[in-house]
């Protein structure tokens, strides 16, 4: 243990507790936030719960990577939405997530951060967050779960790889609970207005994503399961969440789901 490492406060549970609409849960411990809050949306559970845990012990990215926290060193939580809009827009709700992100880092006095392509919050090229969208069939209809996972005050050998960062590390120490406060008041302000546009994007939420993916523009390198690569410049966000990439005067559309790794060329 670093004997100079600044102590790591629990969350506030009485700040929490009046955050409305949410209804906020803290436990000390979880395997995975998300795994838990989908088995819950199947038992029934209402739109609006969000689990935080302290502890994150087997969490899940996208592809089933996993991720784990130290205690009290990063924000973890999984959000419970039920969506009145068609199964076509909801492809955009891992990009919604992170403008969210984003928006609230901000607030809580963070850095400015740019969102890569499908999944990751960074700063200065370093992934600072990481998302994960599911939808769960439930008796009452389907569900998303919104997993968030954002490193506040690791340091650098606690960071799972040279390519992460934390808010700490970028000079910009946050209070937790602060920092959970403005992400969830910036998410329900973009989901209240995705969802009042009936879930297209062209009202507001492709504008806003666009202006903070710094994917876009670059030239990437497209890594997908068949083994197969494709190389050329990102040139935006179809309407669908799909990124459009420029290969040899062909513009191809690839969707997250079929995606391993968005990576910059050269």
């Known amino acids: 243990m670093n004997p100079q490492r600044p102590p790591r406060p629990p969350l506030d549970l009485v700040t929490l507790q009046g955050l409305a609409p949410w209804r906020v849960e803290v436990v000390e411990e979880s395997p995975s936030t998300n795994a838990e809050l989908v088995a819950r949306a199947r038992e029934g559970a209402p739109e609006g719960l969000v689990l935080v845990t302290e502890h994150q012990t087997a969490g899940r990215g996208r592809l089933d990577r996993v991720w784990v926290t130290p205690p009290r060193a990063a924000l973890t939580f999984s959000v419970l939405l039920r969506p009145a809009v068609a199964d076509r827009w909801w492809p955009w709700l891992p990009l919604l997530t992170g403008v969210?992100?984003?928006?609230?880092?901000?607030?809580?006095?963070?850095?400015?951060?740019?969102?890569?392509?499908?999944?990751?919050?960074?700063?200065?090229?370093?992934?600072?967050?990481?998302?994960?969208?599911?939808?769960?069939?439930?008796?009452?209809?389907?569900?998303?779960?919104?997993?968030?996972?954002?490193?506040?005050?690791?340091?650098?050998?606690?960071?799972?790889?040279?390519?992460?960062?934390?808010?700490?590390?970028?000079?910009?120490?946050?209070?937790?609970?602060?920092?959970?406060?403005?992400?969830?008041?910036?998410?329900?302000?973009?989901?209240?207005?995705?969802?009042?546009?009936?879930?297209?994007?062209?009202?507001?939420?492709?504008?806003?994503?666009?202006?903070?993916?710094?994917?876009?523009?670059?030239?990437?390198?497209?890594?997908l399961p068949s083994e197969e690569l494709l190389e050329g410049r990102a040139t935006g966000v179809d309407t669908g969440g799909s990124l459009l990439v420029e290969v040899d005067g062909r513009t191809v559309a690839v969707s997250a789901g079929d995606v391993v790794h968005v990576r910059p060329a050269g």
């Open 100 to 223: 969210a992100v984003v928006e609230g880092v901000r607030a809580a006095g963070g850095p400015a951060c740019g969102l890569k392509w499908p999944n990751d919050v960074q700063v200065d090229g370093r992934k600072v967050a990481g998302l994960l969208a599911e939808r769960v069939e439930t008796p009452t209809g389907p569900a998303a779960v919104l997993g968030i996972g954002l490193n506040v005050s690791q340091e650098r050998e606690e960071l799972p790889v040279p390519t992460a960062t934390s808010l700490a590390l970028e000079g910009a120490p946050v209070d937790r609970t602060r920092l959970l406060c403005a992400v969830l008041d910036a998410l329900v302000g973009q989901v209240e207005a995705w969802v009042a546009a009936g879930g297209d994007p062209s009202h507001q939420l492709a504008a806003a994503y666009a202006e903070r993916c710094v994917t876009v523009g670059q030239q990437v390198r497209v890594h």
